[in-house]
């Protein structure tokens, strides 16, 4: 299954205002001559004898039925000049309406180009803003496409729209795909920044990811932003710049291999459940107002989600200070309170439980 397209922006630049703008010039000439030979027509034609367009409003109606070439024959010229000047009216008519069906077919042609390089926007909400075409977003966009989750990705090359869409053809989901300087309002209005709820800066500049995550925290001061950072050593910088979280690979992936070293299933174990595609994932919940969980203690939970055939409880997020302690396998006494953030391993089906009879919120 190929991962959906998002759906146009119908703001700025949409197909009808392309159009607009390519047929008004036309337009506008035409209605000028239209109204020039109406008057010119009724000038000529009005006081001869026998003469079928006598008032102006024969000369609208006349000019009109032309236009539209109808040609009724109830009214016609009848003198030399007349005639003369309607030939070339008729003339003008067959090109004008060439001309402008030739512009319409033009600007569908040219917005479906444009629509198709993301440069007309999209109306996703609450979905995710990756920036940038890398190592880390090849295997992160198909990740959030199998988590579910709507993606606006930001390349930097027009070229890398295709490869994009490919690395998630086999996917269900929705993808939007622009391309442009991420470090600029307007490429960022494009992704739909004010509507999404996470934003992850993975280019390979560390640079042009500070600064655009500085642009986001500056104009959307509480937006998620998650950044890569290539030099471990930029990570206090990044983290000063106010993102919610800053990811080495180099470091994760060091930990990884260092565990592989002596502990071969335990790395294998970790690189399976970090991916949604694989079936099994480690996923966190939220306990909200009207959530079953609030006031159980741990050991209740689990007993309840083992019995409803559930995934394993293994970390608790407990709120503190602005910020969050992670407690792992937390006491089997301790209570459930409202915020508190649940870690979860199991299968898709497994985690669903929790919001469905739990009524849990995934994410945070």
């Known amino acids: 299954m190929r991962a959906r397209p998002g759906r146009g922006l119908m703001t700025g630049l949409d197909a009808r205002s392309l159009i607009s703008q390519r047929i008004a010039r036309p337009i506008t000439l035409f209605l000028t001559l239209y109204v020039g030979v109406t008057v010119t027509i009724w000038v000529i034609e009005s006081g001869l004898e026998g003469s079928k367009i006598t008032t102006i409003q024969d000369a609208l109606w006349w000019s009109l039925v032309t236009l539209s070439t109808v040609g009724y024959g109830d009214t016609h010229p009848v003198s ?39 440069m007309t926007g999209n109306s996703m909400e609450d979905h995710v803003i990756v920036c940038g075409w890398s190592n880390i977003s090849r295997v992160c966009v198909p990740e959030l496409i199998a988590s579910g989750r709507a993606v606006s990705v930001v390349c930097e090359e027009e ?11 086999h996917l ?10 991420m470090t600029t309002g307007n490429v960022m209005k494009r992704a739909n920044l004010p509507a999404a709820q996470t934003v992850i800066i993975a280019s390979e500049d560390d640079t042009i990811n500070l600064i655009t995550s500085l642009n986001i925290h500056n104009e959307h001061p509480d937006m998620r932003v998650i950044v890569y950072v290539r030099q471990p050593e930029m990570r206090r910088t990044f983290d000063a710049s106010g993102v919610t979280y800053v990811a080495s690979p180099f470091e994760l992936g060091g930990r990884l291999v260092a565990s592989a070293a002596f502990e071969p299933e335990v790395a294998l174990l970790l690189d399976d459940v970090s991916s949604s595609i694989s079936g099994h994932d480690i996923q966190q919940f939220t306990v909200g107002d009207g959530s079953t969980a609030e006031g159980m203690t741990i050991e209740a939970l689990r007993v309840d989600l083992l019995t409803k055939g559930g995934p394993l409880l293994i970390a608790i997020g407990v709120p503190n200070n602005g910020g969050w302690d992670i407690v792992p396998n937390p006491s089997q006494q301790h209570k459930i309170t409202k915020g508190t953030i649940l870690m979860v391993l199991g299968h898709h089906d497994e985690c669903r439980i929790l919001t469905e009879m739990l009524g849990l919120i995934q994410g945070r």
């Open 80 to 118: 030399g000049w007349g005639r003369l000047l309607a030939s070339g009216y008729i003339l003008a008519t067959v090109v004008f309406i060439a001309v402008v069906l030739t512009n319409i077919q033009d600007a569908m042609r040219e917005y479906s180009i444009l629509r198709e390089q993301g």
């Open 159 to 169: 070229d890398m729209i295709q490869k994009v869409r490919q690395s998630v053809e």
């Open 172 to 181: 269900e989901g929705t993808l939007f795909v622009t391309h442009g300087d």
